[in-house]
């Protein structure tokens, strides 16, 4: 097996026994990654094999080792080496090869490369074991859990899979934007361009907040 349809996806975690809780993270994490990989330029196909397969290696462990069993497992029945990477790269926001040692897995660079094992692994990091969670929320839990330069990766991670919405601040925008758009599940960026300010909304809020900047007169478009 090489390339990985949805069938041939649901028929692994079938054959390695995923319980009935895994799954339902995993289909969880499929819809989400789906919707962020129908807005940007990638191999959606790939992005629905790994984030179908990512968790595959809870059927023998729930310890971070389990993206490492999830890729022996794909490496043995043959499947492609994209997937298979994606698998192994989802741990938190990708590990370093010193930060894995620190955590007794093999000293290895597990950090995501690809946009497909980007999506899949921040999608994976939004999801809680089936809700959605924002990305401030996900953001505050890996301060308090994870390493620091992994929390780092996490928010650039952000900016690298969600296509921004841009809108240009108009003169009586309030001065503290982020008050206005902590409502909002996104995270920003603003720029300076053209005697304008542009704001870059990056999350599953984006167009939402864009519109409510317009419909209040405080942006607009260009």
């Known amino acids: 097996m090489t390339s990985v349809s949805k069938k041939e996806a649901l028929a692994l975690l079938k054959k390695y026994m995923v319980n009935q809780h ?3 993270h995993v289909m969880a994490v499929h819809d989400y990654a789906m919707e962020i990989a129908a807005e940007v ?7 629905e094999a790994g984030s179908l397969l990512h968790d595959i290696g809870r059927s023998r462990s729930h310890g971070i080792d389990h993206a490492i069993i999830g890729a022996e497992i794909l490496k043995k029945e043959g499947v492609d080496g ?3 990477s994606i698998v192994e790269r989802h741990i938190g926001a990708g590990l370093t090869a010193r930060e894995a040692k620190k955590l007794g897995l093999p000293p290895k660079d ?3 490369r690809t946009i497909e094992e980007k999506i899949v692994c921040h999608a994976d990091n939004l999801i809680g074991s089936t809700e959605r969670v924002s990305i401030r929320d996900t953001i505050a839990m890996a301060r308090m859990k994870w390493f620091p330069e992994s929390v780092d990766r996490l928010i ?8 921004p919405d841009i809108v240009f601040l108009k003169e009586n925008a309030p001065d ?5 758009l902590n409502d909002f599940d996104l ?6 361009e053209n005697g304008k300010y542009a ?6 809020d984006s167009k939402k907040a864009a519109k409510y900047l317009l419909d209040k007169g405080v942006a607009e478009r260009h």
């Open 22 to 24: 895994v799954m339902e």
């Open 41 to 47: 330029e990638c191999d959606r196909g790939l992005v």
């Open 176 to 180: 503290d934007i982020n008050a206005v």
């Open 82 to 84: 994209r997937i298979v």
């Open 110 to 112: 597990y950090a995501p």
């Open 199 to 204: 704001l870059s909304l990056y999350g599953q």
């Open 156 to 163: 650039t991670m952000h900016f690298d899979v969600f296509k």
């Open 187 to 192: 995270l920003y960026k603003v720029s300076h």
